[in-house]
């Protein structure tokens, strides 16, 4: 009993750190090496394509909170084992969240590059230029030249120098970023070279408007903190409460487990549970 008591306790401490923390820092040292040895090819930004390893771990960590939960839940390692195979689903969740983690930094890299290009525009230089000089003050605020917005300027400056034009160049960007702020200021470039206006005034007035918007995601991440910490303890807290309850109060628990009746409203339970955490999740993604 004390055996079991321990061994569900550490399970549930696991599944906490891994609700609280999250995948982050799992998903940076599987992909450590990649980056590092990964080929210099163009990102399409709205697409990621897991290696085998990743599926394996990902998958691996999925069916162990499953078959915990799951056990938690409805003392049955039958029922525990039969629900593992949901957890071939969570690689196409994180492949989700990992897409937009990096959108989100590639706009954030993308605000600095602007600042950076409409500084060097300022100073009266052509556009071709001043992607060369802003790069130089890019690599400042990012060294590692694996950051996305350093490879693509790079790659930007590569095909002006093969006399390619500035909107094909940018337009191929834009294609590939799938970003608002990225698809408006080149827009707003393309229509500039076409028609003649001011690009130092649009580079600054898009930069102002990407700021702006950062500024106030910012704040609402700011308000949200709170309620998302909530939310996570809302989500472990009926698990450890079940934990406790079929540890300490083993008889008064029995029903639930060993009849018909009690398995469903288990079912029932789990299943709200899933609602409950997806409703929220998607109440407190606020896009601006």
Request: one cysteine or more.
């Amino acid at each position: 009993m004390v055996i079991a008591f321990i061994v569900l306790g550490a399970s549930l401490l696991a599944l906490t750190l891994f609700l609280f923390i999250g995948q982050d820092n799992i998903h940076e040292i599987i992909n450590e090496k990649k980056h590092k040895l990964k080929s210099r090819s163009l990102i399409d930004y709205d697409i990621y394509i897991m290696t085998r390893k990743e599926k394996l771990i990902y998958i691996l960590i999925a069916s162990i909170i499953i078959y915990i939960i799951a056990f938690i839940f409805y003392r049955s390692h039958i029922i525990s084992s039969v629900l593992i195979p949901f957890s071939f689903l969570y690689p196409k969740i994180k492949t989700k969240e990992i897409i937009d983690k990096r959108k989100n930094e590639l706009n954030l890299q993308f605000k600095e590059a602007i600042y950076a290009l409409a500084s060097s525009l300022s100073a009266g230089k052509s556009i071709e230029v001043a992607f060369k000089d802003s790069l130089k003050d890019i690599k400042v605020l990012y060294p590692d030249p694996d950051t996305y917005i350093v490879e693509e300027f790079r790659y930007i400056i590569r095909r002006l120098d093969m006399n390619e034009t500035i909107e094909e160049v940018l337009s191929d960007f834009a294609a590939r970023a799938h970003l608002e702020d990225v698809n408006n200021f080149v827009d707003a470039i393309v229509a500039c070279k076409r028609t003649g206006g001011n690009v130092v005034e649009i580079i600054k007035n898009t930069s102002n408007v990407i700021t702006d918007k950062i500024h106030i995601k910012h704040d609402i991440e700011v308000l949200l903190a709170e309620k998302k910490f909530e939310q996570k303890l809302l989500n472990i807290i009926p698990i450890g409460l079940i934990l406790i309850l079929s540890c300490n109060a083993k008889d008064y628990m029995e029903p639930v487990f060993q009849t018909a009746f009690g398995k469903a409203m288990m079912t029932i339970s789990v299943i709200l549970l899933i609602i409950a955490y997806v409703m929220s999740k998607k109440i407190m993604d606020i896009e601006v």
